[in-house]
């Protein structure tokens, strides 16, 4: 008996259709990671975390937060990161994806709605799909027809509330949400879940993030990772006290897991600090936006920029366009091709991630590269 038959036989379906996936290590210059503003190799993180330890900060938290994981360095980071982003309360977690998770598996109930983008992040999907509330999907950025599943909803006799959730910053697309139409709506009705991953640190004042007018009110939460542009890993929920004491009592992915690791609360803090102290970053990266946009719409006017620093440049098929990311990266450019199931059957394409790990030079170099193989296609 081949016990392993059904994994190979699909694996092989994978290689067929082109979406084999393998781990690939790091080369050429960095435009696909989420290091958008540099953070990661920075050294004021690399300080921070060394000074943590000196200190006498644990490497590792040990156990949950409710057992001994509860260390003073998470603590006081969370009530720092709280005033910085605005809201009554942060609560960590050890990273973007179960903090996601956690939030759709606890917070909505029975007998309310939870009302998705279409695009949301997979950790929304599967949230929903393990958690208690009802499920609807909106069309992306569609605020009218989020209002209309909502008015169907109540007139088939539902009180409940409704959960709305969304990116600010569309990770597949680089388009933002269209958040005060959206938090009216949630104002009306129940709760707006925002999860600010990929505005976090690069977008709104300080890097607060694209919500940060909204951040304090008691119906919305927000997700800041720090994985991403503060350089470092893990998650926090942002909410009112009410909303974080409960998910302390209730939630499974909080109670029994293993805290993050206090050194990462030391770079988080740090992090937040970069943010204030060097806004010369985010000026940089907004230089990088406009320079590409600008290159490829003098070369390449057919294709579509989307203004911020995630640019989807859509291939269609999944063998061309992984052909064309493997061209690319032979020129020294880290560009990676996204394919289905993270991104709509048809739309496979180019992710092209501004950072600056790459410099000025680089991002006009990679738009002439475009310019030469995106024909050849």
């Given amino acids: 008996m081949d016990r392993l038959a059904i994994y190979r036989r699909q694996l092989g379906d994978l290689a067929r259709h082109s979406r084999l996936r393998t781990l690939v290590p790091r080369a050429g210059v960095d435009f696909s990671s989420n290091d958008y503003i540099g953070l990661a190799g920075c050294h004021r993180l690399a300080d921070a975390v060394r000074s943590a330890l000196d200190a006498g900060v644990p490497t590792g938290a040990a156990g949950s937060r ?34 996601n998770f ?25 949230g929903a799909r393990a958690g208690r509330a009802e499920m609807q999907r909106f069309r992306h ?10 008015a169907s909803w109540r007139r088939a006799g539902h009180t409940g509330a409704v959960w709305i959730a969304i990116e600010s910053l569309y990770s597949m697309d680089g388009d933002l949400a269209p958040l005060d139409e959206l938090a009216t709506l949630a104002d009306e009705h129940g709760f707006l879940i925002v999860d600010e991953a990929h505005a976090t640190g690069v977008h709104g004042p300080e890097g607060r993030g694209l919500a940060h007018r909204l951040e304090g009110r008691e119906n919305v939460l927000t997700l800041h990772t720090l994985g991403k542009a503060l350089g470092g890993s893990g998650a926090l929920v942002c909410a009112a ?29 740090e992090a937040l600090d970069i943010l204030r102290d060097e806004p010369w970053r985010r000026d940089q990266l907004r230089s990088h936006v406009e320079i590409f946009g600008a290159e490829l719409a003098r070369r390449l006017p057919r294709l579509s920029t989307s203004g911020s620093q995630i640019v989807p440049l859509i291939v269609g098929p999944d063998a061309e366009t992984m052909e064309l990311a493997a061209r690319i990266q032979g020129r020294g450019f ?10 709509p059957e048809g739309t ?28 050849d296609l």
């Fill in 241 to 269: 006290a009410c909303l974080t004491e409960f998910m302390i009592n209730r939630c499974r992915p909080f109670i029994f897991a293993t805290a993050p690791s206090p050194l990462m609360a030391a770079a988080g803090s």
């Fill in 66 to 99: 409710l057992l001994r994981g509860h260390c003073e360095a998470q603590a006081a980071f969370e009530t720092k990161a709280a005033r910085f982003f605005g809201a009554e309360t942060a609560l960590g977690f050890g990273g973007g994806y179960v903090a």
């Fill in 348 to 375: 496979s394409r180019l992710r092209v991630s501004l950072t600056l790990n790459a410099s000025r030079e680089d991002v006009v170099r990679l738009a002439e590269t475009l310019e030469e193989l995106w024909p």
């Fill in 141 to 150: 950025g569609d605020v009218g027809h989020a209002a209309d599943l909502i």
């Fill in 334 to 343: 880290d560009v990676r091709g996204i394919r289905p199931p993270t991104v």
């Fill in 102 to 126: 956690a939030v759709i598996t606890t917070l909505p109930q029975h007998g309310d709605l939870l009302l998705m983008d279409e695009l949301s992040h997979a950790s929304t999907h599967e």
